[in-house]
């Protein structure tokens, strides 16, 4: 089993310009999200779906979109590229169920390391 | 205000030396999940540990063990006997049960730098 598996793992963008980050997971979990982790800040939450069709915001949603294609693939897509959104992005999985679980643990990708000039 | 602390950004230890990461979670929440990963020089996030709300038995797999206290809300991670491939950035996470989505919310990580 693959896990979780993104794409690309580097990229470099210059301001203004857009790009995708795709990401599939082959685990069948209901639950994925998008991280970003910056030095000192830890992992913060850009986006996440509950569930396939369902996408809401996280903590720090501002200069990004999500699609959540199916129940495998979520994707996160950059529109107008900033320099503050140089990061390395992190997709993650879990079987997180409504109400008293059972839950499992998230399950995360390799990472993209994205730089914006 | 964070849901999950760790107040230690970073700790440096000698080989063999025992070291206590500290994680102190806040939630309303009756039902909540803790884990902690860990994220070696090479990037990416290994799961080491999940404990749900209503198990508070403490555990300890070969050099690593976890001490979870309800009463204090903390989720403490010791490594015994710390050797040089304990180094990493260690995150304690909180996943809460409330609106139904259990939404995994990480600390903002502690270094630990084991020397030889």
């Known amino acids: 089993n693959a896990g979780v598996t993104q794409t690309p793992k580097f990229q470099v963008l210059k301001t203004g310009q857009s790009m995708t980050l795709q990401c599939a997971q082959d685990?069948?979990?209901?639950?994925m999200y998008w991280y970003r982790q910056d030095p000192g800040m830890g992992l913060r939450l850009i986006y996440y779906?509950?569930?396939?069709?369902?996408?809401d915001k996280g903590e720090v949603p501002n200069g990004y979109n999500v699609s959540r294609l199916n129940k495998r693939e979520f994707s996160l897509r950059l529109e107008s590229a900033a320099p503050s959104q140089t990061s390395v992005y992190f997709c993650?999985?879990?079987?997180?169920?409504?109400?008293?679980?059972?839950?499992?643990?998230?399950?995360f990708g390799q990472g993209t390391r994205l730089t914006v000039v | 205000a964070q849901k999950v602390t760790q107040a230690q950004t970073e700790i440096s230890v000698v080989e063999k030396e025992d070291v206590t990461l500290d994680c102190v979670y806040e939630?309303?929440?009756?039902?909540?999940?803790l884990f902690w990963y860990k994220q070696p020089p090479s990037g990416e996030l290994v799961f080491l540990i999940r404990?749900?709300?209503?198990?508070?038995q403490n555990e300890i797999s070969g050099r690593y063990s976890w001490n979870f206290q309800k009463s204090t809300s903390s989720f403490n991670f010791t490594i015994t006997a710390s050797q040089v491939v304990d180094s990493a950035v260690y995150f304690c996470a909180l996943s809460e049960g409330s609106g139904g989505s259990y939404i995994p919310t990480f600390g903002r990580g502690t270094s630990l730098i084991v020397h030889p």
């Open positions: 404990r749900n709300s209503f198990d508070e």
């Open positions: 939630t309303r929440d009756t039902t909540y999940y």
């Open positions: 685990m069948n979990h209901n639950s």
């Open positions: 779906s509950a569930s396939e069709g369902t996408t």
């Open positions: 993650a999985s879990s079987e997180a169920k409504y109400g008293r679980g059972p839950n499992t643990e998230a399950f």
